[in-house]
């Protein structure tokens, strides 16, 4: 009889464990993607916040840096869509990101193209600080306009 109830449990603790793994995994793909969002949007910030401070004459940039930064927020719009697609219910990992991305995902996801054509549009008079200013207000209009929906503070 010890060695029925030992094998009972052995197999019920097996079982339990068994059937955890895949909420575990599912857990921490959920942290991986919401972790892949997070660089991308911290790229996306850093990028920003360095182009702005050259067009307020914060910092100086190289016309080759400035035209770089605008390639790396073109290049993080074209994946935005795939970055974000994958709901993260399972998710442990902290985000502001809101739910309602994924209910209004179209509206959500229309955003990258326009934020990787104004920043090609960037890139291609990097260094005209009179031609940038326009394309960057666009681009600023269209971040915010997206944190504020998309955003949770």
């Known amino acids: 009889m010890k060695r029925f109830v030992k094998i009972a449990l052995l197999t019920a603790t097996l079982g339990v464990s068994a059937a955890a793994v895949p909420a ?8 991986a993607a919401v972790q892949s969002r997070q660089h991308m949007m911290a790229g996306l910030g850093g ?7 050259y067009m307020k004459g914060e910092c100086n940039l190289p016309k080759g840096v400035v035209h770089l930064l605008a390639e790396g927020i073109a ?5 935005g869509h795939d970055v974000f697609k994958p709901e993260t219910p399972a998710a442990t990992e902290k985000t502001e990101a809101k739910a309602d991305i994924w209910a209004n995902w179209d509206d959500f996801a229309g955003h990258f193209p326009k934020l990787e054509e104004n920043a090609l549009k960037l890139a291609d008079v990097a260094g005209d600080k009179a031609a940038m200013g326009p394309i960057m207000a666009e681009m600023g209009k269209s971040c915010k306009g997206c ?3 998309y955003r949770s503070k």
């Open 75 to 79: 290049y993080s719009a074209s994946t």
């Open 24 to 31: 575990q995994a599912d857990e921490a793909g959920d942290n």
């Open 147 to 149: 944190h504020d929906d």
């Open 47 to 53: 990028a920003m916040g360095t182009l702005g401070c």
